[in-house]
Antibody, heavy 119, light 112 residues
């Protein structure tokens, strides 16, 4: 069974940093691209970042470029999102999602981890 | 970056059919067949319902179907059921800037 479990969320002050993790199991992690998608309270989905299976290709939304860094450790079946210079507008539930065999289709999602940026 | 445009809400009675639209540009929806649709129930993670415009993942009911015409993609749900009440989001590959994927603003489906 495919499972994605996010962790690392919490309350952080503006300007602070946080590192999210996503532990994957039930599939060959190293064969799939992975994504981070966020959802502000009461709002819609926003794609944040994606990383290819071997980390060769990395993309970011303009809203986080230069502040967030996506990475992965295939030996540990883990995906990460390092978030720096956090702003109030980064407050959201952050989901990690697997990109399936069909390009850009996010076929499995974690339960999400809440990041709150507030003083 | 601009999100794809979806109606804020749609509604229908059990057994009826409804269609949710998703309008973009030639740089996203109109230019590529990489449109997906997701269903999200309150407090839950999104679920993939349609990929590549009109394909259903294994396990998704054939009451859900997708199509595209020009810059507008559509999700049709036939034989509405109470459990279909949820938020629906479209997404598309985009060739603009450094973005890779853009989502629609979401549509709240109410089953009357």
């Amino acid at each position: 069974e495919v499972q994605l479990v996010e962790s690392g969320g919490g309350l952080v002050k503006p300007g602070g940093s946080l590192r999210l993790s996503c532990a994957a199991s039930g599939f060959t992690f190293s064969s799939y691209s992975m994504n981070w998608v966020r959802q502000a309270p009461g709002k819609g989905l926003e794609w944040v970042s994606s990383i290819s299976s071997s980390s060769s290709y990395i993309y970011y939304a303009d809203s986080v470029k230069g502040r967030f860094t996506i990475s992965r450790d295939n030996a540990k079946n883990s995906l990460y999102l390092q978030m720096n210079s956090l702003r109030a507008e980064d407050t959201a539930v952050y989901y990690c999602a697997r990109e399936g065999q069909q390009w850009l289709a996010l076929d499995y999602w974690g339960q999400g981890t809440l990041v709150t940026v507030s003083s | 970056q601009s999100a794809l445009t979806q109606p804020a809400s749609v509604s229908g009675s059990p057994g009826q059919s409804i269609t949710i639209s998703c309008t973009g540009t030639s740089s996203d929806v109109g230019g590529y067949n990489y449109v997906s649709w997701y269903q999200q129930h309150p407090g839950k993670a999104p679920k993939l319902m349609i990929y590549e415009v009109s394909n259903r993942p294994s396990g998704v009911s054939n009451r859900f179907s997708g199509s595209k015409s020009g810059n507008t993609a559509s999700l049709t749900i036939s034989g509405l059921q109470a459990e279909d009440e949820a938020d629906y989001y479209c997404s598309s590959y985009t060739s603009s800037s450094t973005l890779r994927t853009v989502f629609g603003g979401g549509t709240k489906l109410t089953v009357l």
